[in-house]
Nanobody, 115 residues
């Protein structure tokens, strides 16, 4: 059983930065299919960033160079660095991992961008 624990969500002003973390258990940090999604109130969950193989990351169109996903295997942690945040980035951010034929989701972490 894989467990994902997100952290780092907070209230931040427009233009600010946050770094989200997702601690991944049971070796799944080595997955080649993992990423971040978000869901704003009343909206569908959407892709933020996904690792499509060991070296390539695909970002949602709205990212426009503002976010960077990275992985630190030694710490079993997936990160999402978010810069130049906008009010429309307000959402619950989820970590997702596909490992040994199953998809796992974390519980989510709230990001609120407001003055």
């Amino acid at each position: 059983q894989v467990q994902l624990v997100e952290s780092g969500g907070d209230l931040v002003q427009p233009g600010g930065s946050l770094k989200l973390s997702c601690e991944v258990s049971a070796g799944a940090i080595n997955s080649n299919n993992m990423g971040w999604y978000r869901q704003a109130s009343g909206d569908q969950r959407e892709l933020v960033a996904v690792l499509v193989n060991r070296r390539n990351t695909h970002y949602g169109d709205f990212v426009k160079g503002r976010f960077t996903m990275s992985r630190e295997s030694a710490k079993n942690t997936l990160y999402l660095q978010m810069d130049s945040l906008k009010p429309e980035d307000t959402a619950v951010y989820y970590c997702r991992v596909y490992w040994i034929w199953r998809t796992y989701w974390g519980q989510g972490t709230q990001v609120t961008v407001a003055s």
